[in-house]
């Protein structure tokens, strides 16, 4: 059973550039949520996908936006890249219902933009 | 919005001793609370987690407390291990935000043998 992937690994960019991450949601699941997470820093919701729509959003601005796919993966983009949009971005997925907050983690893709 | 405060940022401990992680949260209406263990160019991986309706929970070397009237919660590790070295991040969240988790800042666990 694999569990929450991502890709890719790691995707250097420069400024004023676009960027598509991508998360694959661990078997089961149909809830996915995008995080970011800076050096040193806890993680940071961007925001959650269920059933193709956005539900909730952090603050971030619209240069962040995504989509869901209905076999549940889903993606983040990013426009203008500014240097302080690197950092990892982790997808967590879930399951909708009472175990919606149990979130399971993939291994991120660390973005550095130049 | 929720408010996650950790303390502390680091700590040491010697193999074999207990460690103590402590979180702050400002929403009263969170109602889940899980931890995450982050080691080096890893993923986060759930190591325990607590709803508002208990005040404790164990599993093997881990337990966690919940204190609801003063908001903090708390991550215990009895007999630590070399391989407990890592980042420890608490986190709440409530069950009618679609599962959306407010992370406190991080704890760096160092045990030393």
């Known amino acids: 059973d694999a569990g929450v992937t991502q890709s890719p690994t790691h995707l250097i960019k420069t400024r004023g550039q676009q960027v598509t991450l991508r998360c694959s949601p661990k078997?089961?699941?149909?809830?996915v949520s995008w995080y970011q997470q800076a050096l040193g820093q806890g993680p940071q919701f961007i925001f959650q996908?269920?059933?193709?729509?956005?539900?909730q959003r952090g603050n971030f601005p619209d240069r962040f936006s995504g989509h869901q796919f209905p076999n549940y993966s889903s993606e983040l983009n990013v426009n203008a890249l500014l240097l302080g949009d690197s950092a990892l971005y982790l997808c967590?997925?879930?399951?909708?219902?009472?175990?919606?907050?149990?979130?399971?983690f993939g291994a991120g893709t660390r973005l550095s933009v130049l | 919005g929720e408010n996650v405060e950790q303390h502390p940022s680091t700590l040491s401990v010697q193999e074999g001793d207990s460690a103590v992680i402590k979180c702050t949260y400002s929403?009263?209406?969170?109602?889940?609370f899980p931890w995450y263990k982050q080691e080096l160019g890893k993923r986060p991986q759930l190591i325990i987690d607590?709803?508002?309706?208990?005040g404790e929970k164990k599993d093997q070397r881990i337990a966690v407390t919940l204190n609801k009237t003063a908001k903090h919660f708390s991550l215990h590790i009895t007999e630590t291990q070399p391989e407990d070295s890592a980042v420890y991040f608490c986190?709440?969240?409530?069950?009618?935000?679609?599962?959306?988790?407010?992370f406190g800042a991080g704890t760096q666990v160092v045990v030393t043998p």
């Open positions: 929403d009263s209406a969170s109602n889940y």
């Open positions: 607590i709803r508002s309706n208990v």
């Open positions: 986190a709440a969240s409530r069950t009618d935000s679609w599962g959306k988790l407010q």
């Open positions: 078997s089961g699941h149909d809830t």
């Open positions: 996908y269920y059933e193709e729509e956005e539900r």
């Open positions: 967590a997925s879930s399951l909708k219902g009472t175990m919606a907050n149990i979130q399971y």
